[in-house]
């Protein structure tokens, strides 16, 4: 019988998940995972021990970490895979019987569609290497699921048109979108974004295929806005951004709701994903009006279950509470990561109401999402050794009026190492926007909100932001440089120079 995976009481949903996960560690993961059956063993776990999610708080937390640690192994990141022991396989009653019923080659053809790695995306980290997750046929099924759920909460149509402005790269964005077109059956043309086609590019075709759907990363979407705008090009028939990639603040949703009215399309939507590599799948807001606050992320129990716990301890918090995100998948194969510890904090945690928005009964990760590690000693004039929540400061910027896209970069001052902290505040306005007068304010209410001030604004184009973002070349955008690294200092100072200097 199928079931609507999004109108279940909340108290089904949750004995279902207690049922999967007890089902899907001891039939698929353990049997077949290298990595999960030698944690289980040094942590004396039974295959059958975890037979609900309190259980599973017995499992210990696999990490960003553990994984960069794996990469170093041989095999190590292989040991991740599942991968089944054939002769083991043919020795289960199950599989015999399948064999004498549809005979062995049927049944060894359904198994490697359901095993054999077919495809590959990887994480986007800047400074670690990055991490290959695999997908045999089975993941593509509820990658096409996951993706096409996208596409439903954001009442899509089947006469839209999508493009997709996301990075071509094997990179979970990219492809998610392309398969929740596929499955819902909904036009689609891929662009690959900004350094495949370039933003002419990209606007070339905007005008040709006059798509209803705009998907993409927050800046670049921006940065083709703003674009058209310049160009004096109409982008008509606009009903819906999706947006992803990125964390997405409520400024940055007026923002693009206000350039697409300006472009012809009045009334959009501006829809938030949230997704990561190891999920290999993504959440997303329910169509929302703009005006009103989104009501979170909707999760899809039947794939996966979602813990917040406190970032310290790792204890799970209790729903509606702050904490990092924890996911542990319940249908995947090919690569297999359990209780991933993803970095991200939730800012109003888990809530498992029926959403006031679509009536949907799924649970929701709502309130902000931030990277948990985003916190910067700065040394800077009043501020030594201070530790600044640059989340914040990220939030804080794209919430501010007036602001169109921005950079904020740490640098030395005097490019010397051992010199202060200087902060650099790269500002494209919104146009129509007296420079002088916005860079006061921006000053103000920076010092107010942040208790520090930039020690510089300089006002750019937004041809030179999207260089200096990286859009196109990099798979996330840069928008808080740290280069205190790269001082030099090229020939040895005197130290009473120094002090003359100072
Ligand atoms: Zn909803």
Redesign the pocket.
């Known amino acids: 019988m199928k079931r609507n995976w999004d109108k279940e009481p909340i108290e089904r949903q949750m004995t279902r998940q207690d049922e999967a996960l007890k089902k899907y560690l001891s039939k698929v993961v353990l049997p077949n995972s290298a990595y999960y059956r030698n944690l289980f063993q040094a942590y004396g776990i039974g295959l059958n021990e975890v037979r609900c999610m309190a259980d599973l708080q017995a499992v210990p937390f696999t990490s960003k970490e553990t994984l960069v640690a794996a990469l170093a192994e041989p095999d190590g990141i292989r040991s991740f895979v599942l991968e089944p022991d054939a002769k083991a396989l043919a020795r289960k009653p199950s599989v015999i019987l399948k064999s004498l019923l549809l005979g062995k080659k049927s049944v060894r053809k359904s198994m490697e569609r359901e095993f054999r790695p077919v495809f590959m995306t990887s994480t986007t980290g800047r400074s670690a290497d990055p991490i290959p997750f695999l997908y045999s046929h089975h993941d593509l099924n509820n990658l096409r699921k996951a993706g096409g759920r996208v596409i439903e909460?954001g009442d899509a149509r089947r006469k839209d048109r999508i493009l997709n402005a996301f990075p071509y790269a094997p990179h979970l964005a990219y492809w998610l979108t392309h398969y929740a077109a596929l499955e819902k059956n909904i036009f689609c043309v891929s662009t690959g974004g900004g350094k495949v086609m370039g933003t002419a590019g990209n606007l070339r075709l905007i005008k040709k295929t006059r798509p209803s759907i705009l998907v993409g990363m927050p800046t670049f979407i921006y940065h083709l806005l703003r674009q058209a705008e310049e160009d004096g090009q109409m982008i008509r028939g606009l009903r819906r951004i999706v947006l992803g990639g990125e964390k997405v603040v409520a400024g940055t949703r007026r923002k693009l709701a206000d350039l697409a009215e300006r472009l012809g399309s009045p009334g959009i939507r501006v829809i938030a994903t949230y997704g990561f590599t190891e999920a290999k799948l993504a959440w997303p807001?329910?169509s929302?009006d703009p005006a009103k606050e989104s009501?979170?992320y909707?999760v899809s129990p039947d794939l996966g279950i979602v813990e917040i716990v406190d970032p310290e301890t790792g204890w799970p918090v209790p729903d509606g509470h702050p904490g990092e995100i924890v996911f542990t998948p319940l249908k995947a194969r090919g690569s297999v990561v359990l209780r991933y510890r993803t970095g991200d904090l939730t800012e109003g945690g888990l809530v498992r109401d029926t959403?006031?928005?679509?009536?949907?009964t799924v649970p929701?990760i709502t309130g902000k999402i931030s990277r948990v590690s985003q916190h910067l000693s700065v040394n800077m004039e009043k501020l030594k050794g201070t530790l600044v929540d640059f989340n914040e400061i990220e939030h804080f910027l794209d919430d501010l009026e007036g602001v169109g896209s921005w950079q904020l970069e740490l640098s030395k001052a005097n490019n010397d190492p051992l010199d202060l902290d200087e902060l650099t505040l790269r500002i494209c306005p919104e146009s129509g926007l007296d420079n002088r007068s916005l860079a006061n304010e921006i000053c103000e209410s920076f010092e107010q909100a942040m208790e520090l001030r930039p020690n510089r604004i300089s006002f750019v184009t937004p041809e030179e932001l999207r260089k200096r973002h990286g859009v196109g070349d990099l798979l996330k955008e840069e928008k808080i440089v740290d280069r205190r690294q790269n001082a030099v200092r090229s020939t040895p100072i005197e130290p009473h120079l120094v002090k003359a200097d100072a």
């Open positions: 909460l807001e329910c929302h009501t979170g909707h959403c006031p928005c679509c009536g949907r929701r």
